[in-house]
């Protein structure tokens, strides 16, 4: 199949994601919705494109954990709240709210995917 | 039914009335009102809780050293818990366990309470003994004996070992300081199914089962809904999990009856990784939890089946917090609405960055972010694709001084008649200079943490 014609859906559509911190990291699982779809997150949603997406606030490394038996992917991104919550000079001071930017992530799916929503590529 | 079978099929209900020290005070109310429980726990900390708790203690020495929410939390709950057998664990002890056993005392006596046994776990607080010692911040590798005056406190997370003692001592109630979270889960069913301590599978399973509910909410619905996507039902009133535990350490996890919310593979699944860094190696004072073995499958309305996680042998030190200062922090806003707010936005945040030099402020770390565009993903934020109708200017700063700190509202108040067209003035009441304890940690062997349990009764 060409490149271009691949279709693409959010990462939103595909699965879920909560984020939370540990001292100075934080930690973010991208979580298949089906247990079907977790060789698409395995495949696509590495280490690589998580940075691609937090590296402006991520000083740190980006390690990513495979979990196949609940279908998830856990990463802990390193020196991510200047200095941890305590010394956080952000809005917000937490990494609670840092869950949302990954659901952007555009993913390669196949033809006639239907998305959580009911979107349908 | 032989014994054996009956041995097998005693499970216990735990209850989880708090997600941290500021969660409703309904959830606890609903579970033992009809949660049908054993025990009830009470999670009360962040990272900041005893460091913060030590500060206020020493501005005001005459305020009790636990939680100021003890009173409300285990009073509103108290007399029907002894009437209904059903034991309370909670972290409320903060930087006094001793005095807030003493409190709860109290509140039974006021209650009518006949006969109550409360146990304090003592023990947990480093902050005098480490500058003694060689042990140094492991993110800085500082010694902490040459913090100087920096240095406000220490606490060691302890595990379920002194809860247990306590419930085998004939604790009701028991209140500790700082412990693992999941440790207030794993020390009733350790001490109910008799387990051995190092048995690490089970107590990997146990920490798990703590982990889950831990967070109370996060489980049944709350932190997760996300409407179009994962959407749950009566959000306002999402009632408090419940796991129901056997003695293998498998566990359902389900929630009060009757309340809003949901329990489902997958508000499991986002609880279950929440703030973990390797999930084969959730490392608590108790088992080295191993998560990735875990089976999660939903096996009714409400009800999901935790089954089959391990563990390995339980760390050698104990982590330890500790909380230095480091500053002061203030926090101001100018407000912009309409057409041009975003250009005008952006005048003001050059102008004022012209202004501090006026009133020479210099703070260590600066940061100007906009309200509605960038301010909760920072650097990270896509750049909007429309114009927003309005856009908030938000400066904070880093100060070494309080001085230096207070100069930002002499710099900032004056946009409302110096800044750029229909510049809006934030309502004072957020004003506020705050000094920074920041939390490091450390690592310190067990034996050098001196832990017992004392015990108050009616």
């Given at each position: 199949m060409r490149r271009d014609i691949v279709p693409t859906i959010k990462l939103r559509e595909v699965a879920h994601s909560r984020s939370g911190e540990k001292c100075d990291s934080v930690n973010l699982s991208v979580i298949a919705y089906r247990e079907e779809d977790y060789s698409i997150i395995k495949e696509q949603v590495t280490a690589e494109k998580v940075r691609e997406l937090y590296g402006p606030i991520v000083k740190g490394n980006i390690i990513r954990f495979e979990v196949p038996n609940i279908g998830a992917l856990n990463f802990l991104m390193e020196n991510a709240l200047d200095g941890g919550r305590s010394r956080n000079l952000a809005f917000d001071e937490s990494g609670k709210a840092l869950s949302s930017l990954v659901l952007l992530m555009d993913l390669e799916v196949p033809a006639g995917y239907i998305g959580r929503s009911g979107l349908k590529v | 039914m032989g014994e054996v079978e009956n041995h097998l099929m005693k499970k216990i209900r735990l209850g989880s009335g708090t997600a941290w020290a500021r969660d409703r005070f309904q959830l606890a109310l609903d579970l033992v009102e009809r949660g049908?429980?054993?025990?009830?726990?009470?999670?009360?900390?962040?990272?900041?809780?005893?460091?913060?708790?030590?500060?206020?203690?020493?501005?005001?020495?005459?305020?009790?050293?636990?939680?100021?929410?003890?009173?409300?939390?285990?009073?509103?709950?108290?007399?029907?818990?002894?009437?209904?057998?059903?034991?309370?664990?909670?972290?409320?002890?903060?930087?006094d366990p001793e005095a807030a056993a003493e409190k709860v005392i109290e509140l039974a006596q006021n209650q009518g309470i006949q006969s109550l046994r409360v146990g304090a776990v003592i023990g947990g607080d480093l902050t005098e003994l480490l500058p003694k010692t060689d042990i140094c911040l492991a993110e800085t590798g500082e010694r902490i004996a040459e913090l100087g005056d920096r240095y406000v406190s220490a606490e060691a997370y302890l595990g379920a070992e002194w809860i247990i003692e306590a419930l085998k001592g004939g604790a009701q109630v028991v209140i500790t300081p700082r412990v693992a979270d999941p440790s207030l889960y794993v020390g009733p069913l350790a001490y109910e199914f008799n387990w051995d301590m190092e048995d690490w599978n089970r107590l990997g399973k146990a920490t798990a089962v703590g982990h889950l509910i831990e967070c109370a909410c996060q489980v049944t619905g709350a932190y997760f809904c996300d409407p179009g996507y994962k959407d749950v039902p009566d959000l306002a009133h999402v009632g408090a999990p419940?796991?129901?535990?056997?003695?293998?350490?498998?566990?359902?996890?389900?929630?009060?009856?009757?309340?809003?919310?949901i329990v489902s593979t997958e508000t499991c699944k986002?609880?279950?990784?929440?703030?973990?860094?390797?999930?084969?190696?959730?490392?608590?004072?108790?088992v080295a939890a191993n998560f990735t073995t875990i089976k999660v499958e939903q096996v009714g309305d409400n009800r999901v089946s935790i089954k089959n996680g391990s563990g390995l042998k339980r760390p050698e030190n104990l982590k330890v917090l500790v909380g230095v200062r480091d500053g002061f922090m203030a926090e101001e806003m100018v407000l912009y609405?309409?057409?041009?707010?975003?250009?005008?936005?952006?005048?003001?945040?050059?102008?004022?960055?012209?202004?501090?030099k006026e009133?020479?402020?210099?703070?260590?770390?600066?940061?100007?972010?906009?309200?509605?565009?960038?301010?909760?993903?920072?650097?990270?934020?896509?750049?909007?694709?429309?114009?927003p109708y309005e856009v908030i200017l938000r400066v904070s700063i880093h100060t070494k001084s309080k001085e230096e700190a207070q100069k930002l509202r002499k710099v900032v108040d004056p946009m409302a008649v110096s800044?750029?067209?229909?510049?809006?003035?934030?309502?004072?009441?957020?004003?506020?200079?705050?000094?920074?304890?920041?939390?490091?940690?450390?690592?310190?062997?067990?034996?050098?943490?001196?832990?017992?349990?004392?015990?108050?009764?009616?």
């Open positions: - | 049908d429980i054993d025990y009830l726990s009470f999670e009360s900390m962040s990272e900041v809780t005893m460091s913060n708790a030590q500060v206020n203690k020493i501005n005001n020495p005459d305020i009790p050293g636990y939680d100021p929410y003890l009173e409300r939390r285990i009073g509103s709950v108290l007399k029907d818990c002894v009437d209904k057998g059903i034991k309370i664990i909670s972290n409320q002890g903060w930087l419940i796991a129901e535990v056997d003695e293998s350490g498998d566990a359902i996890i389900t929630k009060t009856p009757e309340t809003g919310g986002e609880q279950l990784l929440y703030e973990i860094g390797d999930p084969s190696a959730y490392l608590t004072p108790d609405a309409g057409p041009g707010a975003w250009e005008r936005a952006k005048l003001a945040k050059e102008v004022l960055v012209e202004r501090f009133e020479d402020l210099n703070p260590e770390r600066v940061r100007m972010d906009f309200l509605g565009v960038n301010a909760v993903h920072r650097e990270a934020s896509p750049t909007p694709s429309f114009m800044g750029p067209a229909g510049t809006g003035k934030w309502s004072t009441m957020g004003t506020s200079v705050r000094p920074v304890v920041a939390i490091y940690s450390a690592y310190v062997p067990r034996e050098m943490v001196n832990v017992n349990v004392i015990y108050k009764d009616i």
